[in-house]
């Protein structure tokens, strides 16, 4: 808990300020880790889908969509910043 307290810029008492218990910061913790990962495998397959229902026949890098997909982690990271 200390660690991510002070990635948080507060003591390890006050997380217990707004969290009843440990378990209750590791499910939070959980919850927004899978929160980005269901993010990213939605923008991806979003990306993928598009791809295939309008250039089927285009190459990952030459594809009107699929391009796109080295971009996602700068828009994840807009998203959900890094500490």
């Known amino acids: 808990m200390a660690t ?3 990635r948080l810029g507060v003591r ?7 969290f009843p218990s440990r378990h209750a ?5 959980f919850r927004l880790g899978q929160e980005g ?3 990213a495998a939605s923008l991806i ?3 993928v889908s598009q791809q295939l ?3 089927p026949g285009a190459t990952y890098e030459q594809g009107r969509f699929t391009r796109l997909v080295p971009r996602l ?10 500490p």
Do not use: C, M, T
Not at 25 to 29: F, G, N, P, T
């Open 4 to 6: 991510v307290a002070r």
């Open 12 to 18: 390890p008492p006050s997380l217990y300020k707004h």
């Open 73 to 82: 982690p700068d828009v994840l990271a807009a998203v959900y910043p890094p």
């Open 45 to 47: 397959a979003g990306l």
């Open 25 to 29: 910061i590791y499910d939070e913790l």
């Open 53 to 55: 229902a309008n250039q």
């Open 37 to 39: 990962l269901d993010l």
